[in-house]
């Protein structure tokens, strides 16, 4: 496999409280992405961060890349019952042109009211 | 703003038999990748069309083939259904193969296979 775990596997916590996923993969890539997946449901984008970038943000996401030690974070800050879902980051690799995506295991995160 | 289309929702069979999943691209993508996702798993790549032609093959059974027709949108043939085939199945598109900023999902079709 080209992808590696995710950690943790699941995550409880309140709102209000921050979350942190991380992700580690085994190859070279062109780009990380994450996606967001509600019980049973379709996997939607949340972000992506290319291979020359090392933080990313958008809204109350926060991404990190560092591509020497093949990993990434996703921190949700502030975060609400609603975000409750699995997490996955999925990669895409250098050396494919092809745009297949390797997913990582995911986070369930669970947040408490 | 138009989405990836699949169907059925949902899909009930009996093992051996045939299952047809359909997926529509969003209009104006000329790329469809499939995935499948076990239970409690990671999605797993299938295959992709670009342009009508297969442009990449994962780890699809040889029970399973694909296509895509000449308005785009593909079709994931599977017969022989196995008990382990019970999985949540996702197409997703792109204009292009590659994309920069991430792909748009479609919601999936679950298959059930009894």
């Known amino acids: 496999s080209q992808q590696g775990e995710e950690d943790p596997q699941a995550l409880s916590i309140q709102e209000g409280e921050n979350a942190t996923m991380n992700c580690s993969y085994k190859t070279s890539i062109n780009n990380l992405q994450w996606y967001r997946q509600n019980s049973g449901r379709g996997l939607v984008h949340l972000i992506l961060?290319?291979?020359?970038?090392r933080e990313k943000h958008s809204g109350r996401l926060r991404v990190t890349l560092d591509t020497s030690k093949k990993s990434s974070s996703l921190l949700i800050t502030a975060s609400r019952a609603a975000d409750t879902a699995s997490y996955f980051c999925?990669?895409?690799?250098?050396?494919?042109?092809?745009?297949?995506?390797?997913f990582g295991r995911g986070t369930q995160l669970t947040v408490w009211p | 703003a138009a989405g990836v289309i699949q169907s059925p929702r949902h899909l009930i069979k009996e093992k051996r038999e045939t299952a047809t999943l359909k997926c529509y691209p969003i209009?104006?993508?000329?790329?469809v990748y499939w995935y499948q996702q076990g239970p409690g798993q990671d999605p797993q790549f299938l295959i992709s069309f670009y342009e009508k032609m297969q442009s990449d093959k994962g780890s699809i059974p040889d029970r399973f083939s694909a296509q895509q027709f000449s308005d785009y949108h593909s079709e994931l043939n599977m017969s022989s259904l196995e008990l382990g085939d019970s999985a949540l199945y996702f197409c997703a598109s792109s204009l292009g193969l590659r994309v920069s900023d991430g792909y748009t999902f479609g919601s999936g079709t679950r298959l059930t296979v009894v």
């Open positions: 961060i290319r291979s020359n970038e």
């Open positions: 999925a990669t895409d690799a250098t050396g494919s042109t092809l745009g297949r995506l390797y």
């Open positions: 209009p104006r993508h000329d790329t």
